[in-house]
């Protein structure tokens, strides 16, 4: 078998999420949690009007679900403990030899064991695969959706402080990881960034995603989270992975082209200082799902620039700030299935 994941930009035949439980993650108080219902609801219909949308859903959140989804999308029962499908979900693969569809189910241990509860969790990719009827490739590998990003054409970018996270894997090695990534997903060239951003290594925080630092628009093309704040400690993190990447080349031995998506203007928020970025959107077949801060300058140009980075496809905010205040953005909430 010869497994490749195709670019996001690729046709989906549809986008994966999960719908939230009452918890701790989702809030303490009704109006929070209300709040969180909502915002995982508007990313779903956005999503709904690109291509189809199947909700992994709680059993204790059915009868909620069903009120607040559009019947258009498909509901599928299963237990769980978070909401993140990113990360919880597979990884959904071709086989170049027959074009059949498969998913990498990697371990999840809840980014590197922080305590909570995760064994629902860690069976979601393979409850999602039997319900789409997709072949199953078991890795040995502790990794999240979130953390890759790839061109489609052998190239992945990954950060130093997950995968090698001996909260994850303590007995990992670069090459070792490099392996794994080459037989599950097909890459050839992984470019490691240091780390990810401040706010992710706080309790709780993933150590590092790549999905809220760069992702790829194209092959050869990166887009890449800015601050330009200098009081804002992202700002020198992000200039010194701007440098990095600008010496980098892809699996094909091409220069990175780099498209800066500066950050919204608010710094911090009642934690400390925000990861709030444009970067972790999710393209869709036709379209675009942008994160929105509610700072209508911020938002219209970063609709501009990645209308300019998405030729021919079209861009749509919805508010995330609900989303990320939980620990993620809306590349975080959802899994696309690429077309066989």
């Known amino acids: 078998m010869t497994y490749r994941m195709p670019a996001e930009t690729a046709q989906h035949d549809r986008t994966w999420m999960a719908f939230p439980r009452e918890g701790e993650v989702l809030g303490s108080t009704s109006a929070e949690r209300e709040a969180g219902y909502a915002a995982w609801s508007r990313v779903a219909h956005a999503v709904l009007e690109f291509e189809p949308v199947s909700m992994v859903v709680d059993p204790t ?39 059949s569809l498969a998913g990498v189910d990697w371990i999840f241990n809840g980014w590197g064991d922080q305590g909570g509860a995760f064994a629902n969790d860690a069976l979601v990719a393979s409850v999602v695969l039997d319900t789409a009827g997709v072949t199953r490739v078991p890795s040995l590998l502790v ?42 997903i097909g890459t050839t060239k992984v470019i490691w960034l240091p780390r990810g951003l401040t706010r992710d290594y706080e309790p709780l925080g993933t150590r590092g995603h790549v999905d809220m630092v760069a992702t790829f628009a194209s092959p050869g093309v990166v887009l890449l989270h800015e601050q330009p704040e200098p009081s804002h400690p992202d700002h020198a993190v992000m200039a010194a992975i ?42 869709v077949n036709g379209g675009v799902i942008a994160c929105g801060y509610d700072d209508p300058a911020a938002d219209a140009r970063a609709r501009e620039l990645l209308g300019q980075a998405y030729p021919g496809r079209r861009v749509v905010t919805v508010d995330a700030r609900e989303i990320i205040a939980r620990g993620g953005g809306i590349h975080c909430i959802t899994q696309q299935q690429p077309s066989a």
């Not at 559009?70 to 919880?88: G, K, N, Q, T």
């Not at 009642?270 to 959107?281: K, Q, R």
């Open 143 to 184: 990794n999240e959706g979130g953390a890759i990003h790839v061109d489609g054409e052998g190239t992945v970018m990954v950060t130093q402080t997950v995968q090698l996270d001996p909260g994850r894997n303590p007995y990992a090695t670069r090459e070792r990881v490099e392996a794994e990534l080459a037989r599950t």
């Open 61 to 99: 959140e059915l009868e909620r679900a069903r009120s607040m989804l559009s019947a258009e999308i498909e509901i599928h029962v299963a237990p769980l403990d978070d909401f993140w499908m990113r990360d919880i979900g597979p990884t959904f693969v071709i086989d170049d030899e027959t074009g």
């Open 242 to 283: 701007r440098a990095q990447l600008a010496e980098e080349t892809n699996a094909a031995g091409r220069p990175l082209e780099l498209i800066d998506l500066p950050a919204p203007t608010q710094l911090t928020d009642a934690e400390g200082f925000v990861d709030w970025n444009y970067v972790n959107h999710l393209v």
